[in-house]
T-cell receptor, first 114, second 113 residues
Framework: DAGVTQSPTHLIKTRGQQVTLRCSPK?????VSWYQQALGQGPQFIFQ???????QRGNFPDRFSGHQFPNYSSELNVNALLLGDSALYLC?????????????FGPGTRLTVT | QQQVKQSPQSLIVQKGGISIINCAYE??????FPWYQQFPGKGPALLIA?????SEKKEGRFTISFNKSAKQFSLHIMDSQPGDSATYFC????????????FGIGTKLQVIP
């Protein structure tokens, strides 16, 4: 049973560029949450997707957007990249339909903005 | 606003000793408190979790103690091993509705032989 998978593993972008990160949830899970983890910090909630809609959002600007597909996979898009966007981006999945609130994290995508 | 406060930020324990990490929360709507273990270059892995209707939960060498009235909870790692060296995050969330997880700042644990 595959866990949460994310791609790519590492990414280097230049300020002002746009980036798309991808996530496939754990089998049987229907909800995907995205987190940003800066070096030496705990993960910070970006937003959560369920039934292809964003249903909760943290304190992140509109440059951060996302999408969930019918197969429950998800994308995180960041526009107009800033140096401060350099971080580990984590995807977590859970199962709202089964009433489960435990979130399982993927290995993350390390984004470096130069 | 730091809704989950975690201490210490770093901890060095000798092999065989007890590692203790403490957390406090503010939002009384939280009713599920997981602990995550993260190794360098990896995502956080769910270690153990507790609900506030239980004062203690033990899984192997890992024990969570929970004090609802004080809004505090702690992780004890008994017989600490070098393989336990990692960063540990306490967290809090709601088990209903929208379930974003709020994390503490993390504790970097080093177990020395």
């Amino acid at each position: 049973d595959a866990g949460v998978t994310q791609s790519p593993t590492h990414l280097i972008k230049t300020r002002g560029q746009q980036v798309t990160l991808r996530c496939s949830p754990k089998s049987g899970h229907d909800t995907v949450s995205w987190y940003q983890q800066a070096l030496g910090q705990g993960p910070q909630f970006i937003f959560q997707y369920y039934e292809e809609e964003e249903r909760q959002r943290g304190n992140f600007p509109d440059r951060f957007s996302g999408h969930q597909f019918p197969n429950y996979s998800s994308e995180l898009n960041v526009n107009a990249l800033l140096l401060g966007d350099s971080a580990l981006y984590l995807c977590a999945s859970s199962s709202t339909g089964q009433g489960s609130y435990e979130q399982y994290f993927g290995p993350g995508t390390r984004l470096t903005v130069t | 606003q730091q809704q989950v406060k975690q201490s210490p930020q770093s901890l060095i324990v000798q092999k065989g000793g007890i590692s203790i990490i403490n957390c406090a929360y503010e939002n009384t709507a939280f009713d599920y408190f997981p602990w995550y273990q993260q190794f360098p270059g990896k995502g956080p892995a769910l270690l153990i979790a507790i609900r506030p209707d239980v004062s203690e939960k033990k899984e192997g060498r890992f024990t969570i103690s929970f004090n609802k009235s004080a809004k505090q909870f702690s992780l004890h790692i008994m017989d600490s091993q070098p393989g336990d060296s990692a960063t540990y995050f306490c967290a809090a969330t709601r088990s209903w509705g929208y379930q974003k997880v709020t994390f503490g700042i993390g504790t970097k644990l080093q177990v020395i032989p």
